[in-house]
């Protein structure tokens, strides 16, 4: 360090900041597209509290918390392959596939957990399938999960000839159904499950190489490659990791339901591509948040119930999503231009 001219050592002025991680989530909430979200989750939960009786009541909170928990869990796994600059059309598909996959394992005698692997492991594969075709074989994301999404589904109809399958048993229903006592509050299972999927998917994102590796992927793979990154395996990695979190919300509907319907989550993707963009996850790759992810899906459950309970008619729900899609995509863009992106 120089000197000045009376012999000492120049110091810079003394600084108090805040911790590093505190400040990165405090520049994150401000910054970023997540405080926007916050800002619509709280001003819709304070429409709905005041605009209708039933929006706070424990029934419909808990039915809201159980169909956020799927959700949120199948929306990281897109989320994660957004941020690669990619696309999965076929999470809705995985969903329907595994949790009947699982249940026709039950149905004829499996135990209930290599029942759930076996569902789990349909996902890995759909997974695997999108990651190798789009990394090895270079073909367009939107292209190759569009045919597997039709190769799911209709592996789904095929398994059982387009019946659902009942007379599930009861400990798989407890994984949708149940609820967990904490103090005075009984929370459904389905919603601490989702939690502790987020903790994860944010350990992986913010604390290990290949969750560094995954938001460095929009800014070339050149980069990557020079680096000594495996780009073609962490891509594969990404997509399966997306099929798994699709299964995992595929059993949980089944579980919820009560039945595993090849037709269930027949248009998921527009929820799933919805709370991972409203949550900040941008089209344009390189960014997105856990966080952000969790208060997409809240938003969009919200939306949806609420429109229910202020009697407006279903296909006014969709219209809804679409047009918040949009106006989140323009915000985004919007920002991207004055950044100089």
């Known amino acids: ?95 329907a596939l595994a949790g009947l996959v699982a249940a026709r394992c039950m149905q004829v005698g499996v135990p209930v957990p290599l029942a759930i692997a076996v569902g789990l492991l349909v996902g890995v594969i759909v997974g695997w399938l999108n990651g190798t ?59 601490l499950i989702a939690l502790g999927v987020a903790l994860l998917v944010r350990l992986l994102l913010n604390h290990t190489v290949i969750g560094s590796d995954i938001y460095a992927m929009s800014s070339g793979e050149r980069a990557l490659l020079v680096s000594g990154v495996n780009v073609i395996g962490l891509k594969v990695v990404v997509y399966t990791l997306c099929g798994l979190l699709a299964a995992i919300g595929g059993m949980m509907i089944a579980a919820r339901l009560g039945v595993a319907a090849p037709a269930a989550a027949i248009g998921y993707e527009v929820d799933v591509v919805a709370a991972a963009v409203i949550g900040g996850t941008s089209l344009f790759g390189g960014i997105g948040s856990t966080l952000g992810v969790l208060l997409g899906a809240a938003v969009t459950q919200m939306l949806y119930n609420g429109l229910v309970l202020l009697g407006y008619p279903s296909y006014w729900q969709t219209a809804a999503i679409g047009t918040m899609i949009l106006l989140v995509i323009l915000l985004d863009y919007w920002r991207r231009q004055r950044r100089g992106e």
């Open 1 to 95: 360090m120089a000197d000045d001219k009376t012999g000492g050592a120049l110091h810079a002025p003394k600084t108090y900041t805040l911790p590093a991680s505190p400040r990165r989530i405090w520049n994150n909430l401000i910054n970023g597209q997540v405080f926007v979200v916050l800002i619509m989750f709280l001003a819709l939960l304070a429409f709905l509290s005041l605009k209708t009786h039933t929006f706070l009541s424990y029934n419909n909170l808990a039915s809201l918390s159980r169909n956020f928990s799927w959700l949120a869990i199948v929306s990281f796994g897109q989320s994660m392959v957004i941020i690669i600059g990619g696309i999965d059309l076929s999470v809705g598909a995985t969903m």
């Open 133 to 191: 075709m789009v990394a090895r074989v270079r073909l367009p994301p939107f292209i190759v999960t569009l045919g597997t999404m039709s190769i799911a589904r209709g592996f789904a109809y095929s398994l059982t000839k387009g019946w659902s399958v009942t007379n599930l048993p009861e400990a798989f229903l407890q994984l949708g159904q149940s609820d967990v006592a904490i103090g005075p509050w009984s929370v459904p299972l389905p919603f």
